[in-house]
T-cell receptor
Framework: NAGVTQTPKFQVLKTGQSMTLQCAQD?????MSWYRQDPGMGLRLIHY???????DQGEVPNGYNVSRSTTEDFPLRLLSAAPSQTSVYFC?????????????FGNGTRLTVT | GENVEQHPSTLSVQEGDSAVIKCTYS??????FPWYKQELGKGPQLIID?????GEKKDQRIAVTLNKTAKHFSLHITETQPEDSAVYFC?????????FGTGTSLTVIP
């Protein structure tokens, strides 16, 4: 199993551009989520999904959209990139719909917005 | 939502010594507490976890303790080795969300 795969690994955007961060998992996990990691702030939840067709907002959802059309994929869209969105983004999945089992993380996408 | 606080933010120990990282949480309904290790350029990886019906769990050199009354939990690493150097995160789960501490950068000095 590849686990959680994120692409791209690095991305540079100009302010106002849009892009999609891809996330795929091959563990048949129901729960998927997106976090951003900023220095000194830990991991903050952007959006999550408890199954195909279901998404919900986390702690910092503004400026980001998600959809969950399949169990395997959970893309994160930046509609109009801003410098404040410069961060490292992690996708993570977990078995089941309730969080009593651990998250499995991808290796991240480092995004710079100029 | 939940608030998870983690201390210290940085920790340096001599090889072979023990390291302890402490976390507190605010919502007594939180019931699952994993610990993650993050190496440079990689995603966090689970190293140990504990559920609210357990007070202590051990896996070789790593142990976690949970005090539900005081709402705090701790990571203990014994006989530290240079490869233990990394950033460690605690987390608590509440509802459909995990809440993470701000991380501890552990350096093990050979």
């Amino acid at each position: 199993n590849a686990g959680v795969t994120q692409t791209p690994k690095f991305q540079v955007l100009k302010t106002g551009q849009s892009m999609t961060l891809q996330c795929a998992q091959d563990m048949n996990h129901e729960y998927m989520s997106w976090y951003r990691q900023d220095p000194g702030m830990g991991l903050r939840l952007i959006h999550y999904s408890v199954g195909a067709g279901i998404t919900d907002q986390g702690e910092v959802p503004n400026g980001y959209n998600v959809s969950r059309s399949t169990t395997e994929d959970f893309p994160l869209r930046l509609l109009s990139a801003a410098p404040s969105q410069t961060s490292v983004y992690f996708c993570a999945s977990s078995s089941g719909q309730t969080l009593n089992s651990p998250l499995h993380f991808g290796n991240g996408t480092r995004l710079t917005v100029t | 939502g939940e608030n998870v606080e983690q201390h210290p933010s940085t920790l340096s120990v001599q090889e072979g010594d023990s390291a302890v990282i402490k976390c507190t949480y605010s919502d007594s309904a939180s019931n699952y507490f994993p610990w993650y290790k993050q190496e440079l350029g990689k995603g966090p990886q689970l190293i140990i976890d504990i559920r609210s019906n357990v007070g202590e769990k051990k896996d070789q050199r790593i142990a976690v303790t949970l005090n539900k009354t005081a709402k705090h939990f701790s990571l203990h690493i014994t006989e530290t080795q240079p490869e233990d150097s990394a950033v460690y995160f605690c987390a608590g789960s509440l509802g459909n969300q995990f809440y993470f501490g701000t991380g501890t950068s552990l350096t093990v000095i050979p």
